[in-house]
């Protein structure tokens, strides 16, 4: 026996989400048979507007429903430094400490040629144009620990240094409030290497 | 330290057995597939939680049975400690004096052993990266930092492989970032060089010293670590090999390129094993051979103790049928009221008897472990 064909094509969606095999999908679409109306269009609602009504900021890169995002159109914040993140669920974190007050730049992943991101394929060559127009004092690279994460800060440094900017990485090693007893022994490694004068 | 009783439950080929063990030498005689070396690896998973043999840990459980069950009490100097293990078809289950640990590695290292199984005659037989993988498995043992660096520099030597193969088909064109991946990994290089360096000193003066004693002072057993650093620039610092890897990324990158591969490295590193100046692995004997691998292997056992203040036990699986009577017995000297041994046998006529002072003896047939309770003489 087959499927109607409304719960095919909703078995179908579902599939197209990461992780979602046909048995998940096949439950979640019956699921959604039975829920009320109201919260399946609000749901079918919500799924239209994530997707037409988020964009990347044209400067940063960042997530936004308008271009550029709110954090490139504030005047208040300093203008002359640029903390370079991963992702912009990087951006979240980092304004949730609500302590940074320049401006930011999504990279969307960090160089690996083995998962064929190259040069040319995170959000690079706007960071340079961005920095042609309007040259910051200083770039923040804030990177993850990872051997990728450090390649792509050493590059960013090389191609942008030479103008003159300021370039230093976000330190990593023990995150506050952290207790030294479970910390690993290379982050412990790693803190005392990068430990400051005080 | 010692291991003073063993229990098996659905273990391999062994239902239940039940077995208290000498702290000196102790002999497994058996015919073949009679499950000696099935006791050995039930020692050596107690100890760190999965075996030499296999990677699938269900293979440890009796067949049809549901799970397999290790125990043993560790007698240390400061005192004894019950160690369990299950193996199920849902995973491994550790205790520590009948507390289950959360994590396996809090509960590795409360009984260390060394093993030499036959197999390990590769580390003297084998290609460069057998040498490779062994020295970095003694080593990332005890350091953490050294494990931290080579997987790091592993990770790195990936990245930068597929980039050289994109550049050799021009998919790629920025040197730039070869540039940086080519710093990167001179920095971790740097820091195996160095590593590899200090410890290989460390394993060879303590090979050095079984080997003179196995063969009663007739052979000098001697390493030399091969890298693409000259030897007289594998003094220098770190820094010093930095700049070292530097120069030679530099002056290879067109070769690399076009070859679309990595040439310079620690991952082509080797060690080679001199007797009496001569490289083990071309002109050596058998018995020359077998008796480096074991040198080179057992450096572990004085390593531990430097590292631990304890002797680890010492597992020897079919070992002495393969020597001549005076390197057995020097092997058994050495380690004879210092280091609790197991060796496996297929008969008794291949142990020199008179030299082992009261060894404990049980005869293994068919998943059965009995003492034999008349003393050998
Ligand atoms: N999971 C298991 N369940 C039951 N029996 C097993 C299991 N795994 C292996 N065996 C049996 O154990 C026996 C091998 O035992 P082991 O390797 O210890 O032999 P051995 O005494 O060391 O022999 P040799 O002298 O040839 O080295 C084989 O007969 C094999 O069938
Ligand atoms: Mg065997
Ligand atoms: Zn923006």
Redesign the pocket.
């Known amino acids: 026996m087959q499927y109607p064909e409304p719960i095919a094509k909703l078995i179908e969606s579902y599939m197209k989400l990461p992780g979602i095999g046909n048995k998940t999908a096949t439950r979640l679409a019956f699921y959604t048979i039975d829920m009320n109306e109201d919260d399946v269009t609000s749901f079918a609602k919500n799924l239209i507007s994530a997707h037409r009504d988020l964009h990347y900021c044209s400067v940063c890169g960042n997530i936004t429903e308008e271009d550029p995002c709110e954090i490139c159109r504030d005047t208040t914040r300093s203008q002359d430094m640029i903390l370079v993140v991963e992702q912009p669920k990087d951006v979240m974190s980092l304004e949730r400490m609500n302590d940074y007050h320049g401006l930011y730049h999504v990279l969307h992943g960090v160089l690996s040629p083995i998962e064929g991101k190259g040069p040319d394929d995170i959000n690079i060559a706007n960071l340079i144009k961005r920095l042609q127009k309007t040259p910051a004092k200083e770039v923040i690279i804030a990177t993850n620990a990872t051997p990728e994460g450090e390649a792509t800060a050493m590059y960013i440094s090389r191609l942008i240094k030479p103008a003159g900017i300021k370039v230093t990485r976000l330190a990593h090693g023990l995150s506050v409030g952290s207790d030294i007893e479970y910390a690993d022994e290379m982050t412990l490694l790693k803190a005392v290497e990068g430990r400051q004068e005080i | 330290m010692y291991l003073s009783e063993l229990q098996l439950d659905h273990y ?2 062994y239902e239940q057995v039940d077995v208290h063990f000498s702290p000196d030498i102790n002999v497994l005689i ?10 050995l690896e039930a020692i050596y998973v107690l100890a760190l939680a999965r075996s030499h043999r296999t990677h699938n840990d269900r ?5 049809n049975s549901e799970f397999a069950r290790i125990t043993g009490i560790v007698q240390r100097k400061t005192g004894h400690t019950p160690l369990e293990l299950i193996v199920s078809q849902k995973g491994k289950k550790a205790k520590v004096n009948h507390l289950e640990q959360a994590k396996l590695s809090q509960y590795i290292g409360q009984l260390n052993v060394v093993l030499f199984a036959p197999e390990d005659l590769n580390i003297v037989k084998g290609s460069p990266a057998v040498r490779r993988h062994f020295i970095d498995m003694e080593f990332g043992q005890m350091s953490a930092k050294y494990l931290y660096n080579i997987s790091q520099y592993k990770s790195i030597l990936k990245q930068r492989n597929q980039y050289l193969k994109q550049l050799q088909r021009r998919q790629a064109k920025d040197l730039i970032y070869l540039g940086v991946l080519s710093d990167q990994l001179a920095a971790y290089g740097a820091e195996v060089t160095i590593a590899r360096r200090e410890f290989l000193q460390q394993m060879e003066k303590w090979a050095q010293k079984l080997h003179q004693e196995i063969t009663k002072e007739r052979e000098l057993l001697t390493f030399r670590y091969q890298s693409q650093i000259p030897d007289d620039q594998l003094a220098l610092d770190t820094e010093g090999l930095y700049q070292q890897f530097q120069t030679l990324y530099e002056t290879q990158q067109s070769r690399e390129v076009e070859q679309g591969t990595t040439l310079v490295g620690p991952h082509r590193d080797d060690v080679t094993f001199l007797v009496n100046g001569k490289n083990v692995q071309s002109f050596g004997s058998q018995g020359q051979q077998r008796t480096t691998a074991l040198s080179v292997k057992l450096a572990e056992i004085d390593l531990m103790k430097e590292q631990t203040g304890e002797y680890p036990v010492l597992l020897l699986d ?1 070992v002495l049928s393969e020597l001549d009577d005076l390197r057995q017995t020097h092997l058994l000297k050495t380690f004879q009221n210092k280091v609790q041994t197991f060796l ?1 046998t ?1 008969s008794l006529e291949n142990v020199k008897k008179e030299i082992i002072s009261a060894p404990r003896v049980f005869t ?1 047939t068919n998943g059965t472990v009995a003492m034999v309770t008349t003393e050998v003489n």
């Open positions: 391999r080929n058996g015919e073949n597939a009679q499950g000696k070396t099935n006791l293979e440890l459980i009796q067949w079919d496996t297929t293994v």
